[in-house]
């Protein structure tokens, strides 16, 4: 089931439209459709109609471009659909923009406890030990430091020379768990297009920069189920109850395969838990909190923290009941959790994700 956009948010067309930008709206309109091109055509001779692109823009020649490009080619019934040209283009698309957010204000990059032997240069020095990796050596602060010994003669000896700082990276396992529930396009905000951008640039991010590291997209339901990561720009949210406990389950099994020392989930749901599976058949509940529901999804919770894989929720709700049961759950893992909004989702998972991919989760 795709969900049709009954409202278009003035706000984001102006972010989107600012400095006419075409790639950019229409890569988020292809997000917001499901990865229909026809749709995100649709839309945006929708918004040229309301005055939100020029009337004297040429959309034909935009869209011949495209498929000049390859980044849009007709299927065998003549309809146009993404090309891998096209994916990998959202991709980084949705890795460009969450980072341009981060470094205008985000949450940006987060401090590391301690500094040690690693592989990344940090811009911080101290005085050259023993041992020390002689390009780690700061040529400029060293011969600084012997011109002003000397008076300025430069002769250089090994109580001058300074080496930079450097961080241990360690690889990781991460699992982003998608809720697809009908809750992800109610109420006239659509959370499941943010959602799915995170995962895009997540996977731009591990591939071209942690190629190391490992990442599964979950998306989760009336149950959960994996999905390859170059569907991600066709997922969509549908008629579903919300089973957080079957998406952990299936989490911690993906993860028990990987062989990084990290391992952690990236829970993504605006909804309390409302279904579980139980011999085959799905129980559900979608009044209030159900106990029975609850407990499992705690149980699962608990059985990923003796496993040692991390839970990190982000919460894209402020109902104080289901801010309790977060709460609950990230005690009970010693896990983390965050409320955000669609908005600000992308920043805060990517400068989560690279915070804690520089030391050992316990």
């Known amino acids: 089931m795709r969900h049709r956009y009954s409202y278009l948010d003035p706000q984001l067309l102006q972010q989107l439209l600012q400095g006419l930008n075409l790639e950019n709206v229409f890569n988020q309109l292809i997000l917001a459709s499901g990865g229909d091109v026809e749709q995100a055509r649709e839309w945006m001779r929708y918004l040229q109609q309301q005055g939100y692109l020029p009337e004297g823009l040429d959309l034909d020649a935009f869209f011949e471009q495209l498929q000049e490009q390859q980044v849009v080619a007709p299927d065998g019934e003549g309809t146009l659909q993404l090309t891998g040209v096209g994916e990998r283009r959202i991709r980084r698309s949705a890795f460009d923009e969450i980072f341009q957010q981060m470094r205008r204000g985000g949450p940006g990059y987060h401090a590391v406890q301690a500094a040690g032997d690693g592989v990344e240069r940090l811009p911080e020095t101290r005085p050259f030990r023993f041992g020390d990796e002689l390009h780690n050596i700061d040529m400029v602060r060293s011969f600084h430091n012997s011109l002003k010994r000397n008076e300025g003669v430069l002769s250089l000896s090994e109580e001058d020379l300074e080496v930079h700082e450097t961080e241990h990276l360690t690889s990781c396992a991460t699992i982003v768990a998608i809720d697809i529930s009908h809750s992800m396009v109610l109420y006239g905000e659509d959370r499941i297009t943010p959602a799915k951008k995170v995962a ?163």
Do not use: W
Not at 244 to 250: K, N, W, Y
Not at 277 to 295: A, C, Q, R, T, W
């Open 200 to 362: 895009l640039a997540l996977t731009e991010l591990i591939q071209s920069k942690y190629p190391k590291d490992h990442l599964g997209v979950i998306l989760f339901g009336d149950y959960a189920e994996e999905v390859p990561l170059r569907d991600l720009p066709y997922i969509a949210a549908g008629p579903y109850h919300t089973n957080t406990r079957d998406a952990l389950r299936l989490a911690r099994g993906l993860l028990s395969r990987q062989k990084q020392p990290n391992k952690q989930i990236f829970l993504i749901t605006d909804g309390k838990p409302s279904a579980i599976s139980e011999g085959g058949e799905i129980y559900k509940n979608p009044f209030g909190l159900d106990m029975k529901i609850v407990n499992l999804t705690l149980e699962e919770a608990d059985m990923c923290r003796r496993q040692q894989v991390i839970i990190t929720t982000f919460m894209i709700a402020t109902d104080t009941m289901l801010k309790s049961f977060v709460e609950k759950m990230t005690q009970i893992n010693r896990g983390r959790a965050y409320f955000a909004s669609p908005n600000n989702l992308g920043e805060f998972i990517l400068a989560d994700y690279i915070r804690n991919r520089r030391k050992r989760v316990r």
